[in-house]
């Protein structure tokens, strides 16, 4: 196998009439999505070169799934552009793609007319597209020529310098990672995947491709249902979700907005979570409510693909407790180096989390310096592996852990461990650049000189400036609900007017929202919920965590 539409193809012609991808207004089944994707493939295969970049401007969709699909028909690679990002962040991402064009729709067309149409890169609307017609003999000459190293997509990460990096990743990759992804905790093609992610978030991709592989359902989730619990809940529940492959913070919205009170998804079978640390607390409350499920806590840098660890939740945790992230992939290594790049052997010593394997990404696009200083070719550095042995590839990771080798239960400042683990530091993070802040929505409650750069901290939240935590998706009464939720002594009066909940629940929903008000972790922690998922992760500062590896 060499290319993921393989994958595509042979669920089309097994059961062409299942249903491939669904949103609310639409869905496509497994027939027409191959059919919408060569039909968009065809018409950039005609414009473009193989191995070029075509971007995306627009939000996840049925027809945003096709052509993203198109321009692997055409022998190239996409990347999605987040549309609510800074104008000067857009530019410096399609500069750094020169992509052949962008596709967008008709909802943000004019949009991506006014950031991109400068640059001279031709503008196509996907309804224009996808409805084109085929040409197999241009798309088989394209495949034909293709590798399983070439690109498969591109996304960029801003790191702690504020500019993007573009990270790339190759078909090989996603070939070796999701067939092992989905054996491991049971994805089938019976499942429904509730699709939390953005398409340019790389949680998107496990969604993706696990769903194309095992023949399952692809459920989007609006980006606007994380701000209305009811909602988001009827729609979980009515579509019949089996598998959740979440951020932490939007599994966090759930808990702590009490939606499990108003409605609970009881077919969901798998809830898998990723991106920042998991609160102990509110794993508590899906388990409660959820306790037949499977609980997987997964762990990986944007520089691989998808993850590189995962530890199955298989007991309640404390408060002050931290869930490991547990042992690396199949065909994954995971090491430690010190800061005199040796590795580390023995327990309490800090190191830098290394990773080794197929899963590791192509590099940074257009940045080979970067891409060199972040790789190694060494001989193997596996316990026992002889002098002869082939040099291995690996890749630093930027994130620091301390290796652990007894399994206790220690202080508040510390966390369990077991045998052979590797436990993440608690080292103060450097705060992001001005542009990567979103701009706060027009209210009142939001002072119009409130700071633009928030660096995490042990502040409280009414310490902290709140410019950074919204996003242009809040309403006018969400965004005034968390600017009054500053203080605790107009938590009461907060809950009084929020009325995200609606309708009959209204009174109950602000009844709860009342009595959590006061809590830190409502007004700051998962706030961001709604900025750009790369940074979020980075953003809430660093907390211990141990790897597990056997």
């Not at 190293?149 to 990460?157: A, H, I, K, R």
């Not at 409502?522 to 809430?540: H, K, N, Q, V």
């Amino acid at each position: 196998m060499r290319n993921v539409i393989e994958w595509l193809e042979a669920t089309a012609v097994a059961t062409p009439e299942r249903v491939a991808v669904a949103d609310p207004d639409s869905s496509l089944t497994y027939g027409e999505l191959r059919r919408e994707a060569q039909a968009a493939g065809t018409w950039l295969a005609a414009r473009t070169q193989p191995r070029q970049a075509v971007a995306l401007f627009l939000e996840k969709s049925c027809g945003a799934l096709a052509c993203m699909l198109g321009a692997v028909y055409a022998g190239g690679f996409y990347s999605v552009i987040d549309i609510r990002q800074p104008e000067g962040r857009v530019h410096a991402i399609v500069e750094a793609l020169a992509p052949s064009c962008v596709l967008t729709d008709a909802a943000n067309a004019a949009r991506a007319q006014e950031l991109v149409g400068a640059t001279g890169v031709k503008i196509a609307r996907i309804e224009d597209i996808v409805g084109g017609p085929v040409d197999e003999a241009l798309l088989a000459r394209r495949r034909a020529q293709a590798l399983d190293v070439d690109p498969l997509y591109v996304n960029f990460t801003s790191g702690s310098t504020g500019m993007p990096k573009g990270v790339v990743v190759s078909h090989r990759s996603v070939i070796d990672f999701i067939p092992t992804f989905d054996q491991l905790f049971g994805i089938g093609e019976s499942d429904v995947i509730a699709n939390q992610a953005p398409f340019d978030f790389d949680v998107s991709v496990k969604d993706i491709y696990s769903a194309l592989r095992c023949g399952a359902r692809l459920q989007l989730v609006p980006r606007e249902y994380f701000t209305q619990p009811t909602k988001l809940m009827d729609y979980l529940a009515d579509s019949q979700v089996t598998t959740l492959i979440w951020a932490v913070s939007a599994m966090c919205f759930v808990s702590i907005m009490n939606g499990f009170d108003y409605r609970v998804p009881t077919t969901v079978r798998r809830v898998l979570f990723s991106g920042e640390v998991m609160p102990p607390k509110q794993l508590a409350v899906w388990r409660r409510y959820l306790p037949d499920a499977t609980y997987v806590n997964l762990y990986g840098p944007t520089e691989i693909t998808c993850n590189c660890t995962y530890y199955v939740v298989d007991r309640e945790f404390g408060k002050h407790e931290v869930i490991p992230m547990g042992k690396a992939f199949p065909n994954e290594r995971v090491f430690l180096l010190d800061e005199n790049n040796q590795e580390v052997t023995a327990p309490g010593v800090e190191g830098e989390v290394c990773v080794s394997g197929t899963a590791l990404g192509l590099g940074y696009l257009g940045d080979p310096e970067r891409t060199a200083a972040a790789s190694r070719r060494t001989r193997s550095m596996a316990a026992g592996s002889s002098p002869s042995t082939a040099p291995e590839t690996w890749r630093r990771t930027t994130r620091m852990a301390t290796w652990c080798t007894r399994r206790a239960r220690t202080s508040r400042s510390s966390t369990w461990a077991s045998a052979s683990s590797w436990e993440t530091s608690r080292r103060p993070r450097r705060p992001r650049t001005a542009w990567i802040a979103p701009a706060a929505p027009t209210t009142s409650a939001v002072s119009a000189s409130a700071s633009t750069t928030w660096a995490p901290s042990t502040r409280r939240a009414w310490q902290t400036p709140l410019r950074r935590c919204f996003r242009p998706t809040w309403s006018p009464t969400m965004c005034a609900a968390w600017t009054r939720c500053r203080s605790p002594r107009t938590a009461r009066s907060t809950a009084r007017r929020s009325t995200e909940w609606g309708g009959s629940h209204d009174q109950r929903g602000a009844s709860r929202l009342r009595n959590r008000a006061g809590h830190a972790n409502l007004r700051l922690r998962y706030a961001d919920l709604w900025r750009s998922p790369g940074r979020r992760a980075r953003d809430l500062g660093a907390q211990g965590r141990p790897l597990l590896l056997d």
